[in-house]
């Protein structure tokens, strides 16, 4: 099958959704197909790479992104979707580029959805007030369900929205992880200090506020700790003058570009901290658990779900009762546990589970 692969807010600093595009496409292409990746970009481009051909379309920068770009313009993308006549489409954003399904219905082409983030959890960060917020998240999702073939969804946690609709086109497949280059490697912090560990993008709906939150608690309970932020965005200049406000231990390490290097930070951490509200699956943690680091995540998140029993789950601002619960362990009993669960969530499984979806699509038939 050609595979044509669509999604915005995706730049070459970006995290997790970079790291499943190319290694869902880096699968598709193993296993004998044609993976054809479009996103925005700074200059149009048309190149092969590990996870087959990525094209590059001009597009303008978001606002107050932090540097994303979107594909606006319907009319250059819907000519080259027509160009490269996919088998398949797969598409990753279903705000912006919901239209892409009723421009595959039109020209005969199955297509699948894969939501990477939860309307509903989105909407209660902003002050719509929960009744409408509620409303208009139901609206949307079922012009989602109806556009296309197949929604999928990572998470259990990540479905309900979808399933409070009624939709019957829902599938769940959860993503995976490196388990190669993510493994567990030597403690990078010193004997006598507790080293946490944030990574993701400084934005508002990630909050990562919170992390900085946690280590102020835990050293006012006279814990020796220490804070390395991966990351950047928007956000990092405000955090960076909290912390030296209050004199937090922070290092600000900004976008870690090599998966090896942030292999051995996650990896030389006691505890790594997961604070988003809106995470319908968070790669970071997963990786952090592959290298044998417990993660504390916010339980407002789909994220117990994929932590399970090797980290704790915390509501609210402050996760420093989730850390204290998960130092209590022996090291090396919840660092086992941290691998052991990770091991449960491998990218070829992944990828088996999202080709799976694409053939049922084929075999249903194209839409009329």
């Known amino acids: 099958m050609r595979i044509v692969r669509l999604a915005n807010f995706v730049a070459p600093r970006s995290g997790g959704l970079r790291t499943s595009l190319g290694e869902l496409g880096a699968g598709y292409l193993a296993a004998g197909h044609e ?14 790479s590990a996870q087959g051909r990525v094209i590059t379309l001009r597009a303008p920068r978001v606002p107050f992104t932090g540097g994303y770009r979107m594909l606006w313009r319907r009319r250059p993308v819907a000519a080259l979707l027509s160009q490269l006549q996919p088998d398949s489409l797969e598409v990753s954003d279903r705000v912006t580029l919901r239209w892409t399904g009723r421009w595959a219905r039109t020209h005969g082409v199955p297509a699948v959805m894969v939501s990477h983030e939860s309307l509903v959890a989105l909407f209660r960060l ?7 917020s509620r409303r208009v998240a139901d609206w949307l999702n079922r012009r989602t369900a109806r556009a296309y073939l197949r929604i999928i969804c990572t998470t259990s946690w990540a479905a309900v929205e979808f399933e409070r609709i ?6 769940r497949v959860p993503l995976g992880v490196d388990l190669t280059t993510f493994k567990a490697g ?3 912090a010193a004997a006598d200090e507790v080293l946490l560990v944030h990574c993701g993008r400084l934005s508002a709906e990630k909050k990562p506020q919170r992390s900085l939150n946690t280590l102020a608690s835990l050293r006012a309970d006279g814990v020796p700790a220490r804070l ?5 965005g928007p956000l990092r200049p405000r955090l960076e003058r909290r912390a030296a406000r209050d004199g937090l231990p922070v290092r600000f390490a900004g976008f870690l570009p090599g998966r090896a290097e942030l292999a051995t930070l996650l990896g030389g951490a006691d505890v790594a901290i997961a604070p988003g509200p809106a995470e319908t699956f968070g790669l970071a943690a997963l990786e952090a658990l592959a290298c044998g680091t417990p993660v504390v995540v916010s339980a407002e998140s789909a994220l117990p779900e994929v932590v399970g029993e090797a980290g704790a789950s915390v509501t609210g601002e402050d996760l420093a009762r989730g850390v204290h619960a998960v130092l209590a362990r022996p090291e090396t009993s919840r660092r086992a546990a941290a691998r052991a ?6 990218w070829p499984g992944a990828v088996e589970g999202f080709l799976a979806v694409h053939r049922a699509c084929s075999q249903q038939g194209r839409p009329a």
């Open 341 to 346: 669960r990770a091991e449960h969530y491998g």
């Open 35 to 48: 993976p054809v990746l479009i996103i925005p970009g700074r200059h149009d481009s048309d190149q092969q």
């Open 166 to 171: 009624g939709a019957r086109n829902l599938v």
């Open 126 to 132: 902003v002050p719509l007030g929960r009744g409408l």
């Open 228 to 232: 390395v932020v991966a990351g950047d």
């Open 186 to 188: 030597p403690s990078g």
